[in-house]
Antibody, heavy 117, light 107 residues
């Protein structure tokens, strides 16, 4: 059974860089897209971006200028960096495994990231 | 950009059938899926590729997708089904798109 475990800093100041990592257990990186998704408090889900096991990335245009997603296949990890955060970036951030052009079948436990001065 | 529209809320009595809709331009030509999210928990996939159920999801959950509308149907709704439900599709220009979510109340 695939399991995603994520971690990272939960409290940031405005202008800092958000950094989260997601480890994948019990499955292969190959053949899937690995995404980051966020959910502001009390609101809906927003896709941030993804990385294929080949290293190809794809980002939400609304965040593209500030987002970098990378992967380390040797450790079965993938990571998110979001620069120049503001209060509007306060959200629960999830990592998830995407089946090609279809759905997300496994999700991490979520990390609440709060941006406050 | 591609958009999916859901009703903000749906109410159902225990044991009755709940239907939650998701609308998008020519949605029937794409795969639609549905997630259940309970407070403080990660989303859980309940329907994928329009009408398939992942292992462990009860048979009372079913889905359909045609024209501009995908529908999640919960037959014999139970109190434990009270949650937020999100539809999602993949679009070639917008990538992964979520609906705004529907709060299902069982009362």
């Amino acid at each position: 059974q695939v399991h995603l475990q994520q971690w990272g800093a939960g409290l940031l100041k405005p202008s800092e860089t958000l950094s989260l990592t997601c480890a994948v257990f019990g499955g292969s990186f190959s053949g899937y897209y690995w995404s980051w998704i966020r959910q502001p408090p009390g609101k809906g889900l927003e896709w941030i971006g993804e990385i294929h096991h080949s290293g190809t990335t794809n980002y939400n245009p609304s965040l593209k200028s500030r987002v970098t997603i990378s992967l380390d296949t040797s450790k079965n990890h993938f990571s998110l960096r979001l620069s120049s955060v503001t209060a509007a970036d306060t959200a629960v951030y999830y990592c998830a495994r995407g089946e090609v052009e279809s759905h997300f079948d496994f999700w991490g436990q979520g990390t609440l990231v709060t941006v406050s001065s | 950009s591609y958009e999916l529209t859901q009703p903000p809320s749906v109410s159902v009595s225990p044991g009755q059938t709940a239907s939650i809709t998701c609308s998008g331009d020519n949605l029937g030509e794409k795969y639609a899926c549905w997630y259940q999210q309970k407070p403080g928990q990660s989303p859980v996939l309940v329907i994928y590729q329009d009408n398939k159920r992942p292992s462990g999801i009860p048979e009372r959950f079913s889905g359909s997708n045609s024209g501009n509308t995908a529908t999640l149907t919960i037959s014999g709704t139970q109190a434990m089904d009270e949650a937020d439900y999100y539809c999602q599709a993949w679009d070639s220009s917008s990538a992964w798109v979520f609906g705004g979510g529907t709060k299902l109340t069982v009362l």
